[in-house]
C-alpha cells in the first residue's frame, strides 16, 4: 500500500505542465469536434485561447495536488495509529481514541474516492473518444498530442483514486484491529478468575488488614478536614454552600413538589391513553434528571474550588451519586408502575407487585451503590485487590438474596389470591409471567454460582447490566407508549391536532390518518433499535460494528471454499428469525394499522400483506445465505440438484405455490369475495402459499388447494362488482286476475328502500296451468352480502300484501281442496249470473212491447 502511494506522489509531483501553445491547440480541438465553426474567419481575427487554456490547465493541477496532499497526510496519519497500535499495553480508553482518530480519516477518503472517481470515468471516455478510429487514417500530431495529455492526466487520477482505495482498505483493517482488541479486553477482563467470595484466605487478609486501612483512611479523612478552612476564604465557602444547598433542595423536596404537581394535575384531567403516557414521560425525565443533575452540579462546584484532594474526591463521588441514582430509580419505576393507582399504570401489575418491584429497584441500585462506596473508599487509601473481590461479590450475592426475595414474595402473592377465590379460579392479569420468572431464578443462580467459582467481575458485570436492561426496558416502555398514545391521537379525526392539519394546512382526513400509522411505527421502529445498541453498548459493542462484534466470535473451518463457523451458523439463524419477526410485525402494522385508512378493498390488502410476507422471507433468507457465505452461483448449484426432486416429489406443492402467487397478481379471487368452487360456496377469507381459505354459510372452513382456482371453473359473484340480484318465486291460484298481482308485485319491491332504482325490479310471468300462475320477481341491491336479509323482508312485505288482497296461493296437485278458494269461487259465479240476468231483463221487457 505504501508502495502504490509512493508511486502515486511521484507521478503526482512530477507531472510536467501544458505549455500555452498545447493549450490553444486542445482549445481549436475541442471547437473543431463541436461542430467545425466557421472556416471563412480569417485566422487573424479568431480570438486569443492561451490565457484561458493556462487557467484551465492550472485549475487542475491545484486540484489534483490538494487532493495529493490530503491522500499524504491521511497516510501519514494512518500509519502514526497503525504504529500506537503496536503497544499491547493499550486500555479501552486509548482504543476508543485511536477509533476517534481513524473515523474522520475514513470519511475524508470516502468522499476524496467519490470525487475522483467521476474524474477517472471522464477521462477514459475522453480518451476512448481521442483514439484513432482507423489504421488507415493517419493521426495528426495536435490529436497525438492532445491524446498524450488526456491520458497522462487519467493516469494520475487513477493512481490517485488507487492509493485512495488503498488507504480506505487500510483505514477497515485498522478499526476491525481496534474493534478486536477492545473485545479481546473486554473478554479478558470481565472473565478474568479472582479468589472465591468463600476462600477463607481471602477473608483472612480482608479482615486481618481492615484496621490498618480503616485507620489510614480516617487519618486521611480528618486531615483534610482539619486543613479544610485554611483553604476556605469567603467566596469558596459561599460557592461551595450555595451548590450543596441547591443540590439538595432540587434533589429532594423540588423533585417531590414536581411529581406532587404531575400527579394531582393527572388526577384532575379524565383518564387517557395520551395524558397517561405523557404524565408517566414527565414523570420520568423530572424525577430522574433533576436529582442527577443536582449532584453532577455538587461534584464539578467542589472539582472546579480544587478542595479535595484526588484520593477523597473519588470517594466524595459515589457519596453524592448514590442517592441521586436512587431517586432516579424509583421516579422511573413511579412512572411504569404508579403504585397505588391503577389508572396511571402502563404495565399490567397488581398493587402489591408494583410496591414490590419498587422495593426491589430502590434496594438493588443502594446495595450497588453502597458497594461503590466501599470500593471507593479501598481504592482511596490503596487497598489491596482482595477489597474490591470481596466487596463486589458481597454485593453481587446480596443482590441475588434480593431477586430471589422477590420473587419468591410473588410466588406466594398469586399462591394466596388462588387460595382466596371461593369459586373457580379467574386469573386478574398483572401477574409477573412464567418467563421472566425463569429468566430472574437463573439471573439469581448465575449471580450466586460465579461469586462462589471466583468470577467476582463477572458477577459485578452482570449486576450493573441487570439494573441497566430494567432501565432500558421501563423507558422503552414509556417511550412507546407515548408513541402510540400520540399516533392514535393524529389517527382520530376528532382531535384537536387532526383538526388543526385539516382546517389550517389543508391535509384530507385519511391523509393524516396514514401519517399516523406511517410516523408511529417509524418511531416505534427507531426506539427499539435505539434500545437495543443502548443495550448492547456496555459489551463493548458499538452501533458500527454490531453485525462484525457478532459474526466474530469463534473462528470456522471451510468447507469446499465456504467457512462455516458456529458463529455465523447462529447469526444467520437469528438473523432469518429476526427478519421473519420483523416482516410478521410489518404485516400486522399495515393489516391493524395503516393499510385500514387507505380506500384499497380487502382483496387488495391481502394481496399487500402476502407480497410483504412473501418479500420479506426472502430478504431474510438471502440476507442468512450471504452470512453463511453462500454465493449466487453456489445457490445457484444447490437449485439445480434440488430441482431433480422437486420436479417429482413436490410438483404438487410447487403447482399450488406458483398458483398462489398467480392469485396474488391477477387477483381472479380476493379475500372477501363470494365464489363458488364445485359443489361448495362460500366467501374467500384468507389465500396461502399452498391452499385458500374459504367459509361457507354454515361457518365450515373448506381448504381448496391453489391449483383449483387457475385450473378449475370457478363462480365469482363479486369480480366486477358487488351488486346482487334478488329471485323471488311467487304462486296464486288460476283464477286470480295476473296484471293485479303484477302490479302488487312491483309495488312492493319499489317500496323497499335497497333495491335499485336502476336496473328496475322486473316481474315475469313464467307460466300457467291448472295448479296456478307462476310469477318470479327480480330486484337487484347494491351489496351481494345483503340479499338473503332482502329476500326475507320481501317476502314478508308479499305475503302480508296478498293475505290483505285476498290473493289466493294455488294448492299443488293432489293437495286437500281448500274451501275458501270454493267460497271465492261461488261467489264469483254468483256475481256473474247476477250481471248476465241483469242484461237480459231489459231485452224481454223491449221484446213484449213490440209484439
Not at 454460582?449 to 436492561?469: E, K, N
Not at 439445480?640 to 422437486?646: K, T
Request: with cysteine; proline share 5%.
Amino acid at each position: 500500500m505504501r508502495a502504490i502511494a509512493d508511486r502515486v506522489e511521484k507521478r503526482g509531483n512530477g507531472r510536467p505542465k501544458l505549455p500555452l501553445a498545447v493549450a490553444a491547440l486542445v482549445a481549436f480541438t475541442f471547437l473543431s469536434a463541436a461542430g467545425w465553426a466557421q472556416t471563412a474567419v480569417p485566422p487573424a481575427l479568431r480570438p486569443s485561447s492561451a490565457a484561458p487554456e493556462q487557467s484551465a490547465s492550472q485549475a487542475p493541477d491545484a486540484d489534483a495536488q490538494r487532493q495529493q496532499g490530503q491522500l499524504d497526510g491521511a497516510k501519514r496519519e494512518l500509519d502514526q495509529i497503525e504504529q500506537a497500535l503496536g503497544d499491547a499495553k493499550l486500555d479501552d480508553a486509548a482504543l476508543m481514541k485511536l477509533r476517534d482518530r481513524l473515523d474522520p480519516l475514513a470519511q475524508q477518503l470516502a468522499s476524496l474516492i467519490a470525487s475522483v472517481g467521476p474524474k477517472v470515468d471522464d477521462l477514459n471516455q475522453r480518451v476512448a473518444l481521442l483514439a484513432p478510429k482507423s489504421p488507415d487514417i493517419p493521426d495528426t500530431q495536435d490529436s497525438a498530442r492532445l491524446r498524450e495529455q488526456v491520458t497522462a492526466s487519467r493516469d494520475a487520477a487513477v493512481g490517485l483514486l488507487a492509493g485512495a482505495n488503498s488507504l480506505q482498505v487500510q483505514a477497515g483493517q485498522l478499526a476491525t484491529r481496534i474493534a478486536d482488541r477492545r473485545r479481546a479486553a473486554f473478554t479478558e477482563r470481565t472473565f478474568q478468575q479472582s479468589p472465591s467470595i468463600i476462600s477463607p484466605s481471602l477473608w483472612q487478609t480482608v479482615l486481618s488488614t481492615v484496621p490498618l486501612f480503616g485507620g489510614l483512611l480516617a487519618r486521611t479523612t480528618l486531615s483534610w478536614l482539619r486543613g479544610l478552612p485554611a483553604e476556605m476564604d469567603a467566596q469558596k465557602t459561599f460557592e461551595l454552600m450555595l451548590a450543596g444547598v441547591l443540590a439538595l433542595f432540587v434533589a429532594w423536596p423540588g423533585r417531590r413538589f414536581i411529581c406532587l404537581l404531575i400527579r394531582k394535575a393527572e388526577a384532575r384531567r379524565p383518564p387517557s391513553p395520551l395524558s397517561t403516557a405523557l404524565g408517566a414521560a414527565i414523570l420520568a425525565i423530572a424525577g430522574a434528571a433533576l436529582p442527577l443533575l443536582a449532584g453532577t452540579l455538587f461534584l464539578d462546584t467542589l472539582d472546579e474550588l480544587n478542595i479535595a484532594p484526588p484520593r477523597l474526591l473519588t470517594l466524595i463521588e459515589p457519596l453524592v451519586m448514590t442517592p441521586a441514582w436512587v431517586l432516579a430509580a424509583r421516579s422511573i419505576v413511579h412512572a411504569l408502575l404508579a403504585p397505588g393507582v391503577p389508572r396511571l399504570r402502563l404495565v399490567s401489575a397488581t398493587d402489591d407487585g408494583a410496591r414490590t418491584l419498587l422495593r426491589f429497584a430502590t434496594a438493588a441500585v443502594a446495595t450497588l451503590g453502597i458497594a461503590a462506596i466501599f470500593e471507593a473508599a479501598a481504592q482511596s487509601v490503596g487497598a489491596p485487590i482482595s477489597y474490591s473481590v470481596a466487596i463486589k461479590g458481597m454485593a453481587s450475592l446480596a443482590l441475588s438474596g434480593l431477586l430471589a426475595a422477590t420473587l419468591r414474595r410473588a410466588a406466594e402473592s398469586d399462591a394466596a389470591a388462588e387460595a382466596a377465590c371461593l369459586g373457580p379460579y379467574v386469573d386478574p392479569g398483572g401477574k409477573l409471567g412464567g418467563f421472566a420468572r425463569i429468566l430472574g431464578w437463573a439471573a439469581a443462580a448465575t449471580l450466586t454460582l460465579a461469586a462462589f467459582l471466583g468470577y467476582v467481575a463477572f458477577t459485578w458485570f452482570m449486576a450493573h447490566q441487570m439494573l441497566w436492561a430494567a432501565a432500558i426496558f421501563a423507558v422503552t416502555t414509556i417511550a412507546l407508549a407515548l408513541i402510540n398514545a400520540v399516533a392514535a391521537q393524529m389517527q382520530r379525526r376528532d382531535t384537536a391536532i387532526a383538526r388543526f392539519a385539516h382546517l389550517q394546512m389543508g391535509l384530507p382526513e385519511r391523509a393524516l390518518e396514514q401519517a399516523g400509522a406511517l410516523i408511529g411505527g417509524g418511531l416505534k421502529a427507531a426506539t427499539l433499535a435505539l434500545a437495543v445498541i443502548l443495550l448492547l453498548a456496555p459489551w463493548g459493542v458499538e452501533s458500527g460494528n454490531i453485525f462484525e462484534a457478532l459474526q466474530g466470535v469463534i473462528f470456522g473451518f471451510s468447507v469446499a471454499g465456504v467457512t462455516i463457523s458456529i458463529s455465523s451458523l447462529i447469526v444467520a439463524a437469528i438473523l432469518f428469525a429476526a427478519g421473519v419477526f420483523v416482516t410478521h410485525l410489518l404485516q400486522r402494522w399495515l393489516e391493524s394499522e395503516f393499510l385500514p385508512t387507505t380506500r384499497i378493498d380487502a382483496g387488495l390488502r391481502n394481496s399487500i400483506r402476502t407480497g410483504v410476507g412473501y418479500l420479506g422471507i426472502f430478504t431474510a433468507a438471502a440476507l442468512s445465505l450471504s452470512v453463511l457465505g453462500l454465493s449466487v452461483e453456489r445457490i445457484t448449484i444447490v437449485a439445480g440438484a434440488l430441482s431433480v426432486g422437486i420436479g417429482f416429489g413436490l410438483q404438487s406443492i410447487v403447482n399450488n405455490f406458483v398458483s398462489g402467487l398467480i392469485l396474488l397478481w391477477e387477483r381472479p379471487i380476493r379475500v372477501g369475495d363470494w365464489v363458488v368452487v364445485g359443489t361448495e360456496e362460500g366467501i374467500v377469507r384468507r389465500i396461502n402459499v399452498r391452499a385458500t381459505e374459504i367459509e361457507t354459510f354454515d361457518r365450515t372452513a373448506v381448504i381448496v388447494p391453489n391449483s383449483t382456482f387457475i385450473s378449475g371453473i370457478v363462480k365469482n359473484k363479486v369480480l366486477s362488482d358487488r351488486t346482487g340480484r334478488v329471485e323471488l318465486k311467487v304462486t296464486v291460484a288460476i283464477t286470480e286476475d295476473a296484471e293485479a298481482v303484477r302490479d302488487l308485485l312491483m309495488r312492493c319491491a319499489r317500496a323497499h328502500p335497497q333495491i335499485l332504482k336502476d336496473p328496475a325490479p322486473v316481474v315475469q310471468l313464467k307460466n300457467f296451468n291448472a295448479n296456478g300462475i307462476d310469477f318470479e320477481l327480480f330486484g337487484f341491491v347494491a351489496d351481494v352480502d345483503a340479499t338473503g336479509r332482502i329476500s326475507s323482508e320481501l317476502r314478508f312485505s308479499l305475503l302480508k300484501h296478498l293475505h290483505e288482497q285476498e290473493v289466493a296461493h294455488s294448492a299443488p296437485t293432489g293437495a286437500p281442496l281448500d274451501t275458501r278458494q270454493l267460497e271465492k269461487a261461488f261467489a264469483h259465479l254468483a256475481r256473474t249470473i247476477e250481471e248476465v240476468r241483469d242484461t237480459q231483463v231489459p231485452r224481454d221487457v223491449h221484446k213484449r212491447a213490440v209484439r
